[in-house]
């Protein structure tokens, strides 16, 4: 198996299609397509003029769901070196198809009479097995009239003027200085998509430094495209192209990063996550009563694991939470009461487990059940793989957070039970600290399978910041300890010192933006300013290199390397760069307690900059910080009340 290179790829998001080609918009092999609902609608999609192959010059993303592509007609041009007959490809993903307008631009002295041709093609192929690289033997049908494979799978075109003839051809004369253009549309028709209109969000940043400008603008529009309705709700896919699907983990993290883009896809995600709670114990999907699932995939896309697989021991904790956050952030209470008898069963999950929240590899799945999820993830200093069961250090921190914030909601609610859970975290911590952590003065990033410490530095540690199940003094040693896996363009997954340390890996020594971002979150919360600080400028620098794009992973040792297989855009990297403002802000919301607070990191490590459209309590909020760090707030919370009593900001 060899999962096909991305880096070099140009992708248009419009969930749940996704259209990813090489710089010249040609559409010529794995993994180049337009899919929808993770089957390919175009396996193929070239463009000739004149019989020629236009020579590509240049590409360029639009915006999330929208390229660019530009060519040059060699051989019909008339003056020298200068390009004069050029082929422009503006290329849109909409979430059933998508669409490319033609544009042949005469710019020679002559008349041109040719031939515009495009052949596309489809060969009907699964999702999984373009990533796993088992599409060889499919066969390749045309697509000029329409297609539709044996299990259903329609694809249809239209193009807009009509060609001359069943063929995509249309033959045209053109005079100096003029253009033709022509659209074609593809859509995949036996699956009900909902086409609404696309999404765009109001919240923007003007900074001194323009990169956060740019970072939050592009991390935005990427969240935007990539969000995806489950009946009434919506949500954010994990990522395109392997993951436009709902996921427990990747989608709670994004919603929960993104809260500063308002509620509404938090609340969708955790509806659409609680109508699929676990009722009852099947080890072939993991599924267990309380348990939140991994992941949902259309069942004849389904490849390596089932159509709905629970593997995975953190997303139950990480649901609690983002519910409480989202309380927090003005949720309305409506919405929130019907989810409490899901918290109580999720928190009854947690508790369920003896000693720490641990789990095993699935029978019929994966490996190991965290976030670093890859069969090598969890590694001992020496590079020795961990064997399980294994209790992650972050999970315990996860489950410490939830049992607080289930507590407060029971609590809140007027359902009781605040009490138990309080004592459960705080015992949980009693045991985390005499169990976890290491004579290095570092936590573990987990305990194996006879209860010893898997002693590897790693990134785990920093979502223990901000959780509280830290103590001050644990919480500088944590911190400083992520200072030190810090590169200059973000927080490395393990210690260049690992026995396992590969900066090119997926999990030991790359660079994951939303683990940065997540650490970055915990770092201003307990308090460390300096360090906060410098991640705020390994996220910018990062984002540069990659166009404001940021991927699901990358290299980050000397400078910014592509991981080559990595999703870009993913869900919980784009969220990032919401994340950034709630870190610059030192932002902490409680709309429930009437309180709005900003503690703004001092001096700003951005310079002075005005943030416009954070969304609290469903009013968009205008608020400024000078160089200095010194806050104002311009618009927004005037029109913010609980219980008639107006919403205070204080600094």
Not at 4 to 21: D, G, I
């Amino acid at each position: 198996m060899r999962q096909p290179y991305l880096h070099e790829h140009v992708t248009c998001v419009a969930a749940p299609a996704t259209w990813l080609s090489g710089p010249s918009g040609e559409l010529a092999g794995d993994p180049d397509g337009l899919y929808v609902e993770d089957r390919r609608v175009l396996a193929r999609f070239a463009v000739t003029v004149a019989g020629h192959v236009p020579v590509p010059i240049g590409a360029r993303r639009v915006d999330a769901a929208t390229a660019e592509f530009t060519a040059v007609v060699r051989e019909l041009g008339d003056d020298g070196a200068d390009p004069t007959v050029t082929l422009t490809r503006r290329r849109t993903a909409t979430p059933r198809g998508g669409t490319e307008t033609l544009i042949l631009a005469n710019n020679s002295h002559a008349t041109l009479s040719v031939r515009v041709e495009v052949r596309a093609a489809t060969d009907f192929a699964r999702m999984g097995a373009v990533k796993d690289g088992h599409t060889s033997g499919l066969s390749i049908v045309d697509v000029a009239e329409g297609a539709a494979a044996p299990d259903g799978m329609t694809v249809t075109v239209a193009a807009q003027p009509a060609p001359a003839g069943p063929q995509l051809r249309w033959d045209i004369t053109l005079p100096p200085r003029q253009t033709w253009s022509a659209r074609l549309t593809f859509t995949r028709s036996d699956v009900d998509v909902a086409a609404d209109e696309p999404v765009s969000s109001v919240l923007s940043v003007t900074a001194d430094d323009r990169r956060l400008d740019e970072l939050v603008r592009t991390g935005a529009e990427d969240l935007d495209a990539l969000r995806r309705t489950d009946g009434p709700d919506v949500y954010y896919t994990a990522g395109s192209p392997w993951y436009l699907t709902l996921f427990g983990r990747d989608s709670l993290w994004a919603a929960r990063l993104a809260l500063p883009m308002g509620t509404e896809v938090a609340a969708g995600t955790l509806r659409a996550l609680a109508r699929r709670q676990g009722v009852r114990h099947d080890p072939d999907t993991d599924e267990e009563p309380g348990k939140i699932l991994h992941e949902v995939r259309p069942p004849d896309a389904s490849y390596h694991l089932p159509p709905v697989y629970y593997g995975t021991v953190d997303a139950t904790a990480l649901w609690v939470s983002t519910l409480a956050d989202a309380w927090r952030w003005g949720l309305a209470p409506s919405e929130v009461e019907p989810l409490l008898p899901n918290v109580e069963r999720a928190l009854g999950w947690l508790a369920g487990h003896d000693g720490f929240i641990a789990y095993r590899a699935s029978a019929k799945g994966l490996t190991n059940h965290g976030w670093k999820d890859s069969g090598d993830g969890v590694q001992h200093a020496d590079g020795r793989i961990a064997e399980g069961p294994l209790a992650l250090s972050e999970v315990q921190g996860y489950a410490y957070r939830a049992a607080l914030d289930g507590a407060a909601l029971l609590d809140a609610f007027g359902r009781g039970g605040g009490e138990r859970w309080r004592a459960w975290a705080a015992g949980l911590a009693e045991r985390f600290r005499k169990a976890f952590w290491c004579p290095g003065g570092y936590p573990a990033i987990a305990l194996d399978g006879s209860g010893a410490q898997v002693d590897s530095i790693a990134s785990n540690m920093g979502h223990l910041l901000g959780t509280g199940l830290l103590n001050a003094e644990e919480s500088r040693a944590v911190a400083g300890h992520v200072a030190a896996l810090a590169s200059p363009f973000g927080l490395r997954t393990v210690a260049p010192e690992s026995g396992g340390y590969n900066p090119l890996s997926y999990h030991l020594g790359s660079v994951w933006p939303h683990d940065t971002a997540i650490a970055l979150l915990g770092l201003v919360r307990d308090g460390h300013s300096t360090e906060a600080a410098a991640l705020v400028r390994a996220l910018l620098a990062a984002g540069e290199r990659f166009g404001f794009r940021l991927p699901e992973l990358y290299g980050g040792d000397d400078a910014p390397t592509p991981y080559p297989a990595a999703c870009r855009p993913q869900a919980w990297s784009a969220a990032a760069g919401p994340a950034l403002l709630t870190a610059l802000l030192g932002l902490d919301v409680d709309v429930p307690a009437g309180r709005v607070t900003l503690r703004p990191m001092r001096p700003s490590p951005i310079g002075e900059y005005r943030i416009r459209g954070l969304r609290i309590g469903g009013v968009p909020v205008d608020v400024s910080v000078n160089a200095h760090g010194s806050a104002t707030v311009h618009s927004g919370l005037e029109g913010l009340s609980v219980g008639g009593a107006a919403v205070a900001a204080r600094e």
